[in-house]
């Protein structure tokens, strides 16, 4: 069983800046992708960004430019840095990860943007 451990959300006016880390129980280079979902009420789940072994990585259309995600291959954690934060990113955000077509998901953590 992966486990994967989000932190770094919280509350945030419009404009500002939150970095989301998490903390994977396994080696992310072994992993076919890392990367971040999000979950606003009434919405489905989407891809806001991921990163492959390989190191290519995607954006949704919505955050391309504003947020950036790395990774820390000898902590194994992936990071999500969000600048320029709008109230439509209000979510819960989740790390993932797959391999294999196996997908394993975090707890979550809540990122509100509000005034």
């Known amino acids: 069983q992966v486990r994967l451990v989000e932190s770094g959300g919280g509350l945030v006016q419009p404009g500002g800046s939150l970095r989301l880390s998490c903390a994977a129980s396994v080696n992310i280079l072994s992993r076919d992708s890392m990367g971040w979902y999000r979950q606003a009420p009434g919405k489905e789940r989407e891809l806001v960004a991921r990163?492959?072994?390989?190191?290519?990585?995607d954006y949704a259309d919505s955050v391309r430019g504003r947020f950036t995600i790395s990774r820390d291959n000898a902590k194994n954690t992936v990071f999500l840095q969000m600048n320029s934060l709008k109230p439509e990113d209000t979510a819960v955000y989740y790390c993932h990860t797959n391999l294999g077509g196996r997908n394993d998901w975090g707890q979550g953590t809540q990122v509100t943007v509000s005034s």
């Open positions: 990163i492959t072994r390989l190191g290519y990585i």
